[in-house]
């Protein structure tokens, strides 16, 4: 029997599909839905929260911009042993906000966390020793990643990092292919229909449009990051460290 927390959002035909929205019904079942939807996600949540107690620093911030229900931000929170460290949580959806608190709160630690809903184009990025943006810049318009690159960038203290997470195209049209069809097997063996693999597709289609990993690779190192890390990848998801560097 199917819990009231499982993702059953495309599991009925739509009569017209909506673009994606994280709204209060995907809110209910986005554990669920990432878990099932995207590869090695647990793996990559842990490994943020590694990063952290190596690269936290006494008297920075830490910004989980996108953060959704707080994988990250409380990943982070557990492993962080540096004192004098600030976590600040970044969501522009009401509903992830207000469930995310709730998230936060539930769990003790140290480090204090601040969630607040804002957009991440505009929030000011200062004194960061850490920034993670988990399957989120691929949500913002192309044409604006730059320039948010570049402030990250700028408000990374020397020896900082940025852990990317994203959904990649592949380099050529069979790659990318490739890399869809095994997706899509992967959710299949999740448990996802036909229907549901099509009409969530067409529902991300106008609000989701992934970089290859060589655009990813330019636009960092165009922000000035030196170093640039991928170092987790299964079909088209992938996660990759960029470093700032200490002079």
């Excluded at 993670?132 to 020896?159: C, H």
């Excluded at 996660?239 to 560097?245: D, H, R, T």
């Amino acid at each position: 029997m199917q819990g009231s927390n499982t993702d059953l959002i495309y599991s009925n035909p739509h009569s017209q599909v909506k673009d994606f929205t994280f709204d209060a019904q995907v809110v209910e079942v986005f554990p669920d839905m990432v878990s099932r939807s995207v590869p090695g996600y647990n793996t990559i949540i842990d490994t943020i929260g590694r990063l952290s107690l190596r690269y936290a620093k006494p008297n920075t911030k830490i910004y989980d911009l996108g953060c959704s229900l707080g994988a990250a931000t409380l990943a982070m929170r557990r492993a962080i042993t540096e004192d004098h460290v600030e976590i600040i949580g970044v969501d522009n959806s009401d509903a992830m906000v207000e469930r995310c608190k709730m998230h936060v709160s539930a769990f003790k630690g140290k480090t204090p966390v601040t969630i607040v809903k804002d957009n991440i184009e505009i929030i000011e990025i200062e004194n960061a020793s850490i920034v993670v943006l988990n399957f989120t810049l691929q949500f913002i318009e192309k044409e604006k990643r730059q320039a948010l690159m570049d402030k990250v960038f700028r408000g990374l203290v020397p020896g900082g990092i940025l852990v990317l997470s994203e959904k990649i195209t592949g380099q050529s049209e069979t790659a990318n292919e490739l890399l869809i069809d095994l997706h899509h097997d992967f959710k299949r063996a999740n448990g996802y229909s036909e229907l549901e693999i099509a009409q969530k597709r067409t529902a991300l289609e106008n609000v989701m449009r992934p970089d290859t990993l060589a655009e990813h690779k330019t636009r960092l190192a165009q922000a000035g990051f030196g170093e640039v890390t991928p170092w987790f990848q299964c079909f088209n998801f992938t996660s990759m460290v960029a470093i700032k560097g200490e002079k």
